[in-house]
């Protein structure tokens, strides 16, 4: 069975950063795509940032210029710097992976996620 922890939510001040990382444990071969959604309540989970395993990222507009996201496919961990935050940047930060290969199945997963509090 395939599990994602995220680490390193918490609350800042509007201006301060945060480090994200996701950690997938498990019979895995490899790993297409990791990312990042967010959620706020009574919202949808909307893209924050995600890269492929070749290392090609891909950024909401609402982040590009603060947040940068990287990835270790040795440790099948993925990472998100966000720089710069920001009151609206408050919310549950879920880990994904998609493509995920195994002894058994190819298939995609979420994380329980973290919270990010910035205050401002």
């Known amino acids: 069975q395939v599990q994602l922890v995220e680490s390193g939510g918490g609350l800042v001040q509007a201006g301060g950063s945060l480090r994200l990382s996701c950690a997938a444990s498990?019979?895995?071969?490899?790993?297409?795509?990791m990312g990042w959604y967010r959620q706020t309540p009574g919202k949808e989970r909307d893209l924050v940032a995600d890269?492929?395993?070749?290392?090609?990222?891909n950024y909401a507009d609402s982040v590009k210029g603060r947040f940068t996201i990287s990835r270790d496919n040795a440790k099948n961990t993925v990472y998100l710097q966000m720089n710069s935050l920001k009151p609206e940047d408050t919310a549950v930060y879920y880990c994904?992976?998609?493509?995920?290969?195994?002894?058994?199945?190819?298939?995609?997963?979420w994380g329980r996620g973290t919270q990010v509090t910035v205050s401002s």
């Open positions: 994904t992976a998609k493509g995920v290969v195994t002894t058994t199945f190819i298939g995609n997963y």
């Open positions: 498990g019979s895995i071969f490899s790993i297409n795509a």
């Open positions: 890269i492929t395993r070749s290392g090609i990222a």
